[in-house]
T-cell receptor, first 118, second 115 residues
């Protein structure tokens, strides 16, 4: 079963508008973390935002916010006031305890390609 | 802070040749990860190290792949012999605690093409 599901292969948004990128996850671990990374066409992976499973408030980092709905197991990324430079692939990822309990590893979704239109 | 440094950035080789990818993590980061990215399979964790010790190598595709971390500032991923299906971008990442989480910082990646 997929641990991280991103159902939107591609999204378009008008410059200056807000956009929501979907992410759902599957885990039985009560303690986990959710991450969003951005990968522009140049290829590097850039960390955007983090949400811990026990965090009471939704995470925010500048124009990025995470809409965390624990009961629904969703962690959608909201980008406000989109800019042309936001055009990139966006990956949702989860870190949980592996079965042995000794460490954590990061599992990525398949990504959403966001295109910001002028 | 120079970030995670990977070399080479691009490698083109022929099937059967040995390939060695190199990584220098961020100083002070005690965890290092090797990921592979392909169109078909996305981002896959190959192996990771804590304090230079390999913790989980279950993602290493087969015996042709090996990884080492002889010290805290250097790691290698070796493919011998290489095959066309190994063509991918290989990312190295290191982690530290930030915002209450162990955030991975990625290198720029090594794009491998095996002909």
């Amino acid at each position: 079963a997929q641990k991280i599901t991103q159902t939107q292969p591609g999204m378009f948004v008008q410059e200056k508008e807000a956009v929501t990128l979907d992410c759902t996850y599957d885990t039985s671990d009560p303690s986990y973390g959710l991450f969003w990374y951005k990968q522009p066409s140049s290829g590097e992976m850039i960390f955007l935002i983090y949400q811990g499973s026990y965090d009471q408030q939704n995470a925010t980092e500048g124009r990025y916010s995470l809409n965390f709905q624990k009961a629904r197991k969703s962690a959608n990324l909201v980008i406000s006031a989109s800019q042309l430079g936001d055009s990139a692939m966006y990956f949702c990822a989860m870190r949980e305890l592996i079965s042995s309990g000794s460490a954590r590893q990061l599992t990525f979704g398949s990504g959403t390609q966001l295109t910001v239109l002028p | 802070d120079a970030g995670v440094i990977q070399s080479p950035r691009h490698e083109v080789t022929e099937m059967g040749q040995e390939v060695t990818l190199r990584c220098k993590p961020i100083s002070g980061h005690n965890s290092l990860f090797w990921y592979r990215q392909t169109m078909m399979r996305g981002l896959e964790l190959l192996i990771y190290f804590n304090n230079n010790v390999p913790i989980d190598d279950s993602g290493m595709p087969e015996d042709r792949f090996s990884a080492k971390m002889p010290n805290a500032s250097f790691s290698t991923l070796k493919i011998q012999p290489s095959e066309p299906r190994d063509s991918a971008v290989y990312f190295c990442a290191s982690s530290t605690r930030r915002s209450g989480a162990n955030v991975l910082t990625f290198g720029a990646g090594s794009r491998l093409t095996v002909l």
